[in-house]
């Protein structure tokens, strides 16, 4: 059976484990993983994907993979990678999701997480590079944390951010719009280097270069 973004999407039981998971994150002081940040990551990895010439049911999967890689977090923060992964399997195969598309999803869901990411496919390599570039204002909950906490403070300073894929010169490019006044650009840095990192290894699969440009400036 194939089983679509859109019956994703709409299940109840997907969406109370997102909507739980998030209530976890919050309470812990994360930043928001509820519905704004997976649509996100599900339209950036399966928009890559189809200007990157993949069919449509790859397309698809990556749209899927996107909206369900932090269900894991219902669990634990910890290893939510892994609990994502076989909590997907288990809902997905449910459905009636032919093993080859259950695989592919549960490879990328598996793969995705800052300390143990790695694009061991397209679909992964298309989530790494949509997880990791959703930097942005609205995803501070807590306002009164930004004078401290340096995530929250690096996240509340970023006014504006746009991916953008240039097949001609075969780049892959996050554009960041930092206030400076709130965070330094080197804050950023101090935090998310190892998500630039992931990110350089994801493009690469795609035979891209990843660049980072922060306010009008090439860093990367």
């Known amino acids: ?3 679509t973004f859109e019956q994703i999407r709409q299940s109840p039981e997907i969406r109370t484990y997102i909507k739980q998971a998030d ?4 309470a812990l002081g994360f930043t928001e993983h509820s519905f704004a940040h997976v649509t996100r990551c599900a339209e950036t990895a399966s928009g890559l994907l189809s200007q990157l010439g993949y069919n449509e049911r790859e397309v698809d999967l990556a749209r899927i993979a996107g909206f369900m890689h932090d269900i894991g977090n219902v669990v634990n923060r910890h290893d939510h990678a892994i609990s994502g992964a076989t909590m997907a399997f288990r809902i997905l195969d449910n459905m009636g999701m032919e093993p080859a598309d259950v695989a592919a999803v ?3 869901i598996g793969h995705h997480d800052d300390s143990t990411a790695f694009p061991v496919n397209a679909i992964a390599a298309a989530l790494i590079l949509a997880d990791k570039t959703d930097v942005r204002r609205s995803r501070v909950r807590n306002r009164e944390t930004i004078n401290f906490d ?3 403070r690096v996240n509340y300073a970023v006014e504006a951010s746009e991916t953008v894929l240039d097949r001609a010169s075969k780049t892959f490019t996050l554009t960041l719009t930092i206030n400076t006044q709130v965070c330094a650009v080197m804050d ?3 935090i998310f280097l190892e998500r630039m990192i992931l990110c350089r290894r994801a ?3 795609f035979g891209l270069t990843f660049k980072l440009n922060i306010n009008g400036l090439a860093v990367i």
């Open 1 to 3: 059976m194939q089983v």
């Open 203 to 205: 493009a690469e699969f």
């Open 106 to 108: 549960i490879t990328a």
């Open 150 to 152: 340096i995530h929250d």
């Open 23 to 26: 209530a976890s994150l919050l």
């Open 188 to 190: 950023y840095f101090e």
